[in-house]
Nanobody, 122 residues
Framework: VQLQASGGGLVQAGGSLRLSCAAS????????MGWFRQAPGKEREFVTA????????YYADSVKGRFTMSRDNAKNTVYLQMNSLKAEDTAVYYC????????????????WGQGTLVTVSS
């Protein structure tokens, strides 16, 4: 599967952005989909991931209550709605895919989008 992330940009603290990740391939609905982020000088970290049905979604504590992940298997797309953004959310955001269980380690994901930059100004 090939992934293409979009929707990043510059936003003020407290604002919102919605990221999208479009996937190619007819078996998109079989994949666990996740979002990760990497800030300058830091390791790539888990943000959220959802099962192939989209019925169960997991979030990092740092984004819980502010970010919402959703998926539309008919459109081969996942979304990340980010509200109440903070300066510490500034990072390159990546979507990723894997087959199997939802896992939080970035090394467990086999397919990656190119990343989209989110900058939150304080």
């Amino acid at each position: 599967v090939q992934l293409q992330a979009s929707g990043g940009g510059l936003v003020q603290a407290g604002g919102s952005l919605r990221l999208s990740c479009a996937a190619s391939g007819r078996t998109f609905s079989s994949y666990v989909m996740g979002w990760f982020r990497q800030a300058p000088g830091k390791e790539r970290e888990f943000v959220t991931a959802t099962t192939w049905t989209g019925t169960t979604t997991y979030y990092a504590d740092s984004v819980k209550g502010r970010f919402t992940m959703s998926r539309d298997n008919a459109k081969n797309t996942v979304y990340l709605q980010m509200n109440s953004l903070k300066a510490e959310d500034t990072a390159v955001y990546y979507c990723a895919a894997r087959i199997g269980a939802v896992l939080r380690g970035h090394l467990d994901y086999d397919y990656w989008g190119q990343g989209t930059l989110v900058t939150v100004s304080s």
